[in-house]
């Protein structure tokens, strides 16, 4: 038997008298780190699965649409992980492929699926940053060319100075700035960059007039007493180094949203505190970035003059 065939009489039969198959589609359950391929559709008052093994299904089951909240997150393969919390405080996380081979019409099968979660979803919310109206906030993935670029500009700078100070007259320029290479590495980095900030990156939130928008929630203005910037260094925190995350802000709330009385957007970049001000000037954000923007800012300075007198 086919794979679609087998997903279609394999959840019909889990369908009660008054009741008809909405939509069906293929992907593989999460529980408790084991993993299981699967058929996943909706009826119009249950979520419907049926775990398969080669061509046997080997366990099905039926979840009542009491939702109590549902997430979804985009990999950047084209893998969709929703998770789904219950009111009962069950959960399921299911991990969707935009395509596969073994079923016809998949991806139209996958938007269907994703359309029925958004009615079911009690925040009402765009599952997606990109289908939100506002400024939209990117991680920025070169932020270590960038550094690069920055070191090697402000190392050439202050070698050019200390070797002029240091043997009484003027060194040609051209030593340090104007070879080749390194107009093509700085110049290289500040496109990457540029283009990372306005035209491609992972959104990592939404501003807007109404409020915040990030990972599935949605933080009003009013709704925030204050916020804080935070940059680490993972080495020494590592809690974060298996996320790669350098910043993130903390938003202070003034009651309990998400069931949290605090909320972080992680990677979220130094720019757009200005966004946020502009947006709100009257917020409070407390700024905890200054010692590792003088640490940033004495590095080159502190190998120029170990290279200027010491080479």
């Known amino acids: 038997m086919k794979y679609d065939e087998m ?18 589609v293929f992907g593989v ?6 993993f299981f391929k699967g058929f996943f559709g909706f009826s119009e008052n249950a979520l419907l699965i049926a775990l398969v093994q080669g061509e046997k299904i080997i366990s099905t089951n039926r979840f009542p649409l009491e939702i109590h909240s549902i997430s979804v997150r985009r990999e950047l393969l084209g893998q969709y992980i929703i998770n789904i919390s219950f009111n009962d405080h069950s959960h399921t996380e ?10 016809k ?29 506002g400024t939209k906030i990117r991680m920025q993935h070169f932020i270590l060319p960038i550094s690069f670029a920055y070191f090697l500009l402000a190392s050439a700078s202050f070698m050019f100075i200390l070797d002029s100070l240091k043997n009484g007259f003027i060194q040609p ?17 500040i496109l990457v960059f540029l283009i990372n900030r306005f035209l491609v990156g992972i959104t990592v939130c939404v501003i807007n007039e109404k409020g915040l928008y990030f990972d599935n929630k949605f933080v009003p ?9 935070i940059i680490e ?9 298996s996320k790669l995350e350098f910043c993130r ?25 200005r966004k946020i001000k502009k947006m709100q000037p009257q917020l409070k954000v407390k700024n905890k970035v200054i010692p590792g923007i003088i640490i940033l800012l004495l590095t080159p300075i502190v190998l120029s003059f170990i290279l200027a007198f010491c080479i």
């Open 29 to 34: 359950l999460t529980q408790n780190k084991t």
């Open 249 to 273: 802000i903390k938003l202070i709330l003034r009651e309990n949203m998400y069931g949290k009385s605090e909320l972080e957007i992680e990677h979220f970049p130094l720019y757009a505190i």
């Open 233 to 241: 260094i993972p080495i020494k925190h590592p809690v974060h180094r």
């Open 221 to 229: 203005w009013d709704k925030i007493k204050s916020a804080e910037y």
């Open 105 to 133: 019409n998949h991806k139209d099968n996958v938007e269907k699926f994703l359309d029925i979660l958004s009615e079911l979803s009690p925040e009402k919310l765009p599952f997606f940053l990109k289908d939100v109206v």
């Open 94 to 103: 299911i991990k969707l492929f935009s395509q596969t081979s073994a079923i």
């Open 173 to 189: 320029v051209s030593e340090y700035f104007y070879s080749l290479p390194a107009q093509l590495i700085i110049f290289s980095c």
């Open 7 to 24: 997903m279609i009489k394999s959840l019909t039969e889990l369908l009660k008298p008054d009741e008809t198959l909405r939509c069906s």
